[in-house]
Nanobody
């Protein structure tokens, strides 16, 4: 099995930066792609970014495009989300997820098979 643990969340002022990490353990050789989702209180979970494990393809939600960058370090079995120019509307619990099967739409929750516990990101005005 695969376990995912997010870290790096915290409180930051608007316009600031934060880098989230998601460390995978277990049967990591089976990972095809990883993604980041977020969920604000009272809102449904939404897609943020995704990356194929080869690093050849990346995907971003329109709301974060140009501000967030997803990357991975296969040797460390870790995916990162660099968040710049943060806005109060970015406040949410951020979750990483792993996909074990190839899919044409990494923006859908159903494409992923394992989820982390989440890390809180709070952006103040």
């Amino acid at each position: 099995q695969v376990q995912l643990v997010e870290s790096g969340g915290g409180l930051v002022q608007a316009g600031g930066s934060l880098r989230l990490s998601c460390a995978a353990s277990g049967r990591t050789f089976s990972i095809v792609a990883m993604g980041w989702f977020r969920q604000a209180p009272g809102k449904e979970r939404e897609f943020v970014a995704a990356i194929s494990w080869t690093g050849r393809s990346t995907y971003y939600a329109d709301s974060v495009k140009g501000r967030f960058t997803i990357s991975r370090d296969n040797a460390k079995n870790t995916v990162y989300l660099q968040m710049n120019s943060l806005k109060p509307e970015d406040t949410a619990v951020y979750y990483c997820a792993a996909a074990f099967r190839r899919t044409y739409d990494l923006g859908r929750e159903v494409s992923y098979d394992r989820w982390g516990q989440g890390t809180q990101v709070t952006v103040s005005s």
